[in-house]
């Protein structure tokens, strides 16, 4: 069920006019939902032991902004191997799945023609088409699964809303820690942040 709840909230972000998210669990003074806690940094050494300090502290649902690559981040932050491999292999073996049952359903049983004197089900002039459909399903997964994976495309992101993000593409980094992490409570993480040095700590209000 609760699988389902996240699917459904993440689905939302995208159809605000179809699907509506959980009640939040923290609001501002305002009644907004609050997106979660952000933390300034201004130095690469600190963002980077900061990061290593909240994967340590066990959050899942954060991200770190930085306006350039940092070498080994993702290990700092605890990221586990991407899915889209294995959703591209699905893709492909989907796509050949389909090459082969359209075409050996086609000339087995729906049309069958004798070409050149070869067997109905043939499959040697199937591999071209299974080939190309299995190229093209895993080219579509890889981009599709790409952009979904990463929330994109979003037109909007409640970070915006915060004035001092704006310096994320220049020279500073940040950290946030979202609401809808199930760890996450506002006091606990308001002193972790402090004490892996975070400046301008602010709770940020979901655009909602």
Same mark, same amino acid.
């Given at each position: 069920?609760? =699988?389902?709840?996240?699917?459904?909230?993440?689905?939302?972000?995208?159809?605000? =006019?179809?699907? &509506?998210?959980?009640?939040?669990?923290?609001?501002?003074? +305002?009644?907004?939902?609050?997106?979660?806690?952000?933390?300034?940094?201004?130095? +690469?050494?600190?963002?980077?032991? !900061?990061?290593?300090? /909240?994967?340590? !502290?066990?959050?899942?649902?954060?991200?770190?902004?930085?306006?350039?690559?940092?070498?080994?981040?993702?290990?700092?932050?605890?990221?586990?191997? +991407?899915?889209?491999?294995? =959703?591209?292999?699905?893709?492909?073996?989907?796509?050949?799945?389909? !090459?082969?049952?359209?075409?050996?359903?086609?000339?087995?049983?729906?049309?069958? +023609?004798? /070409?050149?004197?070869?067997?109905?089900?043939?499959?040697?002039?199937?591999?071209?088409? =299974?080939?190309?459909?299995?190229?093209?399903?895993?080219?579509?997964?890889?981009?599709?699964?790409?952009?979904?994976?990463?929330?994109?495309? &979003?037109?909007?992101?409640?970070?915006?809303?915060?004035?001092?993000? !704006?310096?994320?593409?220049?020279? &500073?980094?940040?950290?946030?820690?979202?609401?809808?992490?199930?760890?996450?409570?506002?006091?606990?993480?308001?002193?972790l942040l402090e004490e892996a040095g975070g400046q301008h700590i602010t709770l940020?209000?979901?655009?909602?």
């Amino acid at each position: 069920m609760s =699988m389902l709840n996240n699917i459904t909230n993440y689905a939302a972000d995208y159809f605000p =006019m179809l699907l &509506r998210k959980d009640n939040p669990k923290f609001v501002t003074e +305002t009644g907004k939902p609050v997106y979660g806690i952000v933390a300034e940094f201004d130095e +690469t050494p600190k963002v980077f032991k !900061a990061a290593q300090k /909240v994967r340590d !502290a066990g959050y899942s649902k954060w991200d770190l902004h930085s306006p350039f690559p940092i070498h080994d981040i993702e290990k700092a932050m605890g990221f586990k191997p +991407t899915k889209l491999p294995l =959703m591209a292999g699905g893709a492909a073996i989907v796509g050949v799945t389909i !090459a082969v049952l359209l075409q050996w359903g086609t000339s087995a049983y729906l049309y069958p +023609t004798v /070409v050149q004197g070869k067997p109905f089900e043939a499959w040697q002039p199937f591999v071209p088409i =299974m080939f190309e459909l299995g190229v093209l399903l895993t080219a579509f997964m890889c981009l599709f699964g790409m952009l979904a994976l990463n929330g994109l495309p &979003r037109w909007h992101h409640p970070l915006f809303t915060h004035d001092r993000f !704006a310096r994320v593409s220049n020279d &500073r980094f940040f950290i946030v820690i979202e609401a809808c992490d199930p760890s996450f409570e506002p006091t606990k993480v308001k002193k972790l942040l402090e004490e892996a040095g975070g400046q301008h700590i602010t709770l940020v209000a979901d655009s909602d």
